[in-house]
């Protein structure tokens, strides 16, 4: 009996023996979590700039109004207005054009008068200074001119109150006693009368012609 124990333990410890044998020999299988599988998409725009968006532009559309049977109305746009232009400045005047036309005085003498003062309005006045002026003046004696029509442009300023300043022969004629008797006209006018109060000037400027035939 003893002898049928031993050998039964021999015989399983012999089996034993055998599965540890060929377990070592047997390849060992590590079980791992699941595998992941990835698909990588080739992305055609990889390392090009995006394109900037569009910029929108604003269209102004007209106001439209609605009337009844004609159906839709472009209203027009206002125009803008035009800017001012500054006004021109005011010229001075030519003492070349008579602001006063010639007109006969008497005894072979004409007189015009023209003066510095732009858009004087004062006609009167210088009425007074040619009459004053002509009343004064005496004819040259010995026929000056020979006949033939002389002139001469004496210059004078009259200030407020009538008083002549810088009284000179601006434009002399052929005959010098011509001359003189031009300036010695002017000379005894003074004074003139006041200058108008509707002027602004603190003088005037005249320019006073003389026109001469011996008769």
């Known amino acids: 009996m003893r002898g049928a124990v031993t050998g039964s333990a021999a015989v399983h410890l012999g089996a034993v023996g055998v599965l540890v044998i060929l377990q070592a020999r047997a390849p060992m299988l590590m079980v791992g979590p699941d595998a992941i599988q990835v698909a990588l998409l080739e992305n055609p725009t990889l390392g090009v700039p995006a394109a900037a968006p569009p910029v929108r532009t604003e ?96 210059f004078f300023r009259v200030g ?8 000179r022969l601006e434009s002399p004629s052929p005959a010098d006693f011509f001359d003189r008797s031009a300036l010695r006209a002017v000379a005894i006018s003074d004074p003139m009368p006041p200058l108008p109060e509707g002027f602004t000037g603190a003088s005037l400027g005249v320019h006073f012609g003389f026109d001469y035939t011996a008769p």
Not at 114 to 137: K, T
Request: proline letters at 13%; charged letters at 25%; zero cysteines.
């Open 59 to 154: 269209v102004k559309t007209p106001d439209l109004d609605r009337e009844e049977g004609t159906g839709v109305k472009v209203t027009p746009a206002k125009p803008r207005p035009k800017p001012r232009e500054a006004p021109a400045p005011e010229r001075p005047a030519d003492p070349t054009v008579p602001t006063l036309s010639s007109a006969p005085l008497g005894r072979g003498l004409s007189g015009d008068v023209a003066v510095d003062a732009a858009n004087f309005e004062f006609g009167y006045y210088l009425l007074l200074l040619r009459n004053r002026v002509a009343a004064n003046w005496t004819p040259p004696s010995g026929g000056a001119g020979g006949g033939q029509p002389i002139r001469a442009v004496v």
């Open 160 to 167: 407020r109150d009538g008083t002549l300043q810088d009284v």
